[in-house]
């Protein structure tokens, strides 16, 4: 009934968080399929049915010519790895459990250890199905060179924190307009398929077209990690600064979005969702 309480450190409060964070990322990943290996081939498969998908569109539209002198499943692999990160840390960030959540009941639980913890898993699975397909084209179909590998998972970590931090300008609006946000965060992920850039390469797009493009953040990072990638690449019409500005300005708003929203969460919403 009575117990004493400790006096925890800076430090010791900070791995306490780190482990919970950990726990929390691993209840996360489960979360989506109770067979962690299943989950994990679930999404190697997504990936490998839009590589199939891309190399086949790009078969029959004759645009093989218009990729980057190099490998060209590299090419296409490289941008997809980067959307698809992009694109599921988005949408686990707005599932995260919010502060209406049966675990927001549990002391030490918070919506920013929910919501870490949803980011961290996606990114996890993302690198691990990215790691897997190179390795197996590496292996069993042609041997593969990634000029700066640094740079280039810099630029996958990139798509993720973007991800990331729109992601949280949707989840703290979404409460307030369920149908009305969730819609437009479906039309912005569609709409990644083709204004992400992953299908074309910007040197060699006029700058009539570029225009359309150049607002988003996932063109220029996988623009930029291409450059990495590839040895003969050198983007031009793209920046790294852009998407980190725009990661800043967004996690903020969102961060500020969502201690609002919390501030004013009702019960009612956890029946809606």
């Not at 500005?245 to 609002?260: H, N, Q, R, S, T």
Request: aromatic share 12%.
């Amino acid at each position: 009934m009575f117990r004493s309480q400790r006096r925890r450190s800076t430090l010791g409060l900070a791995f306490g968080q780190l482990e919970l964070i950990f726990h929390a990322t691993v209840r996360s990943i489960r979360r989506g399929h109770g067979n962690a290996v299943l989950g994990l081939l679930a999404s190697i498969g997504q990936t490998l049915l839009m590589v199939a998908a891309f190399y086949i569109l790009f078969e029959l539209l004759g645009l093989r010519q218009a990729a980057i002198r190099g490998n060209y499943l590299l090419f296409m692999m490289s941008g997809i790895f980067m959307f698809m990160t992009h694109v599921k840390s988005m949408g686990a960030v707005m599932k995260a459990d919010g502060p209406t959540s049966a675990m927001m009941k549990h002391a030490p639980m918070n919506t920013i250890i929910s919501i870490s913890a949803a980011a961290l898993g996606a990114l996890y699975i993302q690198i691990l199905s990215a790691a897997f397909v190179l390795y197996f084209y590496h292996a069993a179909v042609e041997p593969i060179t990634i000029d700066d590998p640094v740079g280039a998972v810099g630029m996958l970590l990139l798509s993720w924190g973007s991800g990331v931090a729109i992601g949280m300008i949707f989840r703290s609006a979404k409460p307030w307009s369920p149908g009305a946000v969730g819609m437009i965060a479906a039309i912005y992920m569609r709409l990644n398929m083709i204004a992400s850039g992953k299908m074309f390469v910007a040197n060699a797009t006029p700058g009539y077209v570029l225009q359309f493009f150049d607002w988003n953040p996932l063109f220029h990072t996988i623009d930029q990690g291409r450059g990495f990638i590839f040895l003969n690449y050198f983007p031009h019409h793209s920046s790294i600064g852009y998407p980190v500005k725009v990661m800043i300005a967004c996690l903020m708003i969102g961060l500020i979005g969502e201690y609002y929203t919390r501030m004013h969460a009702s019960l009612s919403w956890s029946a809606g969702r």
